[in-house]
Every structure is written in structure tokens, then in C-alpha cells.
């Protein structure tokens, strides 16, 4: 896993528990997972925005702008369910 045996990634989680402690850790991880949920969804419409561009002119089915509307959709598609996943988590932590 990226190069790192297993003793490495023990010091390095020993090193964060004793700099954040065991309380910052949980917010540090919703965090993270937030900034790779956002990263994952630009880099699909990234890519079907490159797709659209790479097919050109019309290819039997619909314009560019078509597909353009199509992609774009998809990426909204998506920021609502990152919404709403993002209100499952501020329930959760309005219950702690």
C-alpha cells in the first residue's frame, strides 16, 4: 500500500494520535472522506466532459450541447447525493 510496510504505518498512526488525540481523529476522517467523495465527483465530470469534447460533432446521438446538458446532469445527479449524505452527517454529530 503506496510503499508503506506495516510497521511505517503503525508509527505513523501512533505520531497523529499523539500530536491530534483520539478525539480530533473521527473529524479528521469525515474530512478526508468528504475531500475524496468532492474529488471522485469533479474527476467523473472531468472526465465525461473530456468524453463529450473527444466525440466532437453529432454522432447519432444529439448535439454537443446535448451532451454537454447530459454530463453536466449526471454531475448534479451526484452533488445531490453528496448533499444529502452531508445532512446524514451533520444529524449524527447534532446527536453526539
Known amino acids: 500500500m503506496f510503499g508503506i510496510s506495516g510497521t511505517e504505518?503503525?508509527?505513523i498512526?501512533?505520531?497523529?494520535?499523539?500530536?491530534f488525540g483520539p478525539d480530533k481523529l473521527p473529524g479528521f476522517a469525515?474530512?478526508?472522506g468528504?475531500?475524496?467523495r468532492e474529488f471522485k465527483r469533479t474527476q467523473e465530470m472531468?472526465?465525461?466532459q473530456i468524453r463529450a469534447e473527444m466525440l466532437g460533432g453529432d454522432d447519432g446521438d444529439g448535439?454537443?450541447?446535448d451532451r454537454m446538458?447530459?454530463?453536466a446532469?449526471?454531475?448534479k445527479a451526484a452533488a445531490v447525493s453528496e448533499a444529502d449524505i452531508d445532512e446524514e452527517d451533520e444529524e449524527e454529530e447534532e446527536e453526539e
Do not use: D, N, P, Q
Not at 498512526?13 to 500530536?19: E, S, Y
Open 9 to 11: 504505518l503503525f508509527f
Open 13 to 19: 498512526v501512533a505520531f497523529v494520535l499523539i500530536i
Open 30 to 32: 469525515r474530512t478526508f
Open 34 to 36: 468528504r475531500f475524496m
Open 46 to 48: 472531468m472526465e465525461a
Open 63 to 65: 448535439t454537443k450541447a
Open 69 to 71: 446538458k447530459k454530463a
Open 73 to 75: 446532469s449526471a454531475g
